[in-house]
């Protein structure tokens, strides 16, 4: 565990600030009254998260590598810390769905069925807590790879 604590470090970092992203997006109306805003800006995060696994990185490069590290040691980084943003992904679904904004997926379903996106059953089948804890999941591992492998490119040092 000791070789993994900067890691697990950044990966709460990460849950506390995608936390606050969830309450920003709420605060902003994207849950509610601009929900039909939400699959646009929602995907801004995506920057944040950059950042995050950039910084994540760089300080294994820095207090664990000792200034030194070759892409597979920061792409392997990238993953575990990867691999704890997706087991802490479904504790931030429940805060996000039972505290910060609990009326969002009724109201997801509401608008996807106004705009005729979706059929009701669709749309109930797809906003719910069990799919997008399983999607925060299958999400956080196949983008934090991607990710890691990216930034990784840039963290590497001889």
Do not use: C
């Amino acid at each position: 565990m000791k070789n993994y604590q900067i890691e697990i470090k950044w990966g709460i970092i990460f849950f506390f600030i995608s936390l606050l992203w969830m309450y920003f997006e709420k605060l902003m109306g994207w849950h509610d009254v601009l929900i039909a805003k939400h699959p646009i800006y929602t995907n801004f995060f995506g920057l944040i998260a950059i950042v995050i696994y950039f910084f994540a990185i760089y300080d294994k490069r820095k207090n664990f590598f000792r200034g030194k590290m070759s892409w597979q040691q920061g792409f392997v980084s990238g993953v575990i810390l990867s691999i704890v943003i997706a087991l802490l992904s479904p504790i931030g679904q429940l805060i996000t769905h039972y505290l910060i904004s609990p009326d969002f997926f009724k109201n997801a379903i509401e608008n996807s069925v106004a705009r005729n996106a979706m059929q009701a059953e669709d749309a109930a089948a797809y906003f719910n807590l069990s799919s997008y804890i399983v999607q925060s999941i299958a999400g956080a591992l196949m983008f934090g790879v991607v990710t890691a492998a990216i930034v990784a490119l840039f963290v590497k040092r001889k």
